[in-house]
């Protein structure tokens, strides 16, 4: 997002032109990095959009994503028809999109930072290994623009072209697939295998 277009949707959002002043003491930016970014109309990085949404309170992203200010809802696109197994993988078939509206809040980090809906998309788990955090028919949030594995965080992503969703432990070349439900043993998958992340579940969100 550039600068201009910030300037523009903080003023209709906080109904005032914020101060120079202001956005450099709150990005911690210079004084002649701010003037620079001005002149040249630069764009804002994602985290320094999600610094403004924090302290003003708002959602910069809210007009480029169907959020409604009034209703303070959101619509996100989810694919009825595409499964994250929870226990041993399951194929994708049919990958036709529908549109859903949820509750803006959330996509709200427990720090108060905005996740940007144009990331997210919301599948359905199928069995229960990963329960009871996630149970079978559960419909859960993934952001796609959080791919950076980390331990003990859960993900879903394509194996061997199947679907899975498992807590991640990284343990040198392989990767560790954890599930929930301890009835359940863990796999394990090389670095250089097929495999691709799609994203990161946002966790204790089930729909």
């Known amino acids: 997002m550039k600068y201009n277009e910030v300037l523009c949707r903080l003023q209709n959002l906080i109904n005032r032109v914020p101060l120079q002043s202001e956005l450099i ?41 169907n959020v409604s200010q009034s209703e303070n809802t959101l619509t996100l696109t989810y694919y009825p028809d595409v499964y994250l197994s929870a226990g041993y993988g399951v194929e994708v078939y049919d990958e036709t999109p529908e549109k859903i509206t949820l509750d803006a809040r959330l996509l709200v980090t427990e720090r108060g930072n ?45 194996y061997k072209k199947q679907c899975y969703v498992k807590e991640i432990n990284l343990l040198g070349n392989r990767i560790k697939c954890i599930s929930l439900n301890k009835e359940y043993d863990p796999f394990y998958i090389e670095s250089d295998e097929d495999f691709i992340v799609l994203g990161r579940i946002l966790p204790r969100i089930r729909l």
């Open 114 to 158: 905005m996740i940007n809906p144009a990331n997210c998309e919301i599948v359905k788990v199928s069995g229960n290994s990963m329960s009871p955090e996630y149970r079978h028919g559960d419909r859960v949030i993934i952001d796609r623009s959080d791919i950076e594995l980390m331990d003990g965080q859960i993900y879903a992503f394509r």
């Open 25 to 65: 003491q709150i990005l911690g930016l210079k004084q002649s990095t701010m003037s620079e970014r001005a002149k040249r109309n630069s764009k804002f990085t994602p985290n320094e959009i999600l610094l403004l949404n924090k302290h003003y309170g708002i959602n910069l992203y809210s007009t480029i994503t």
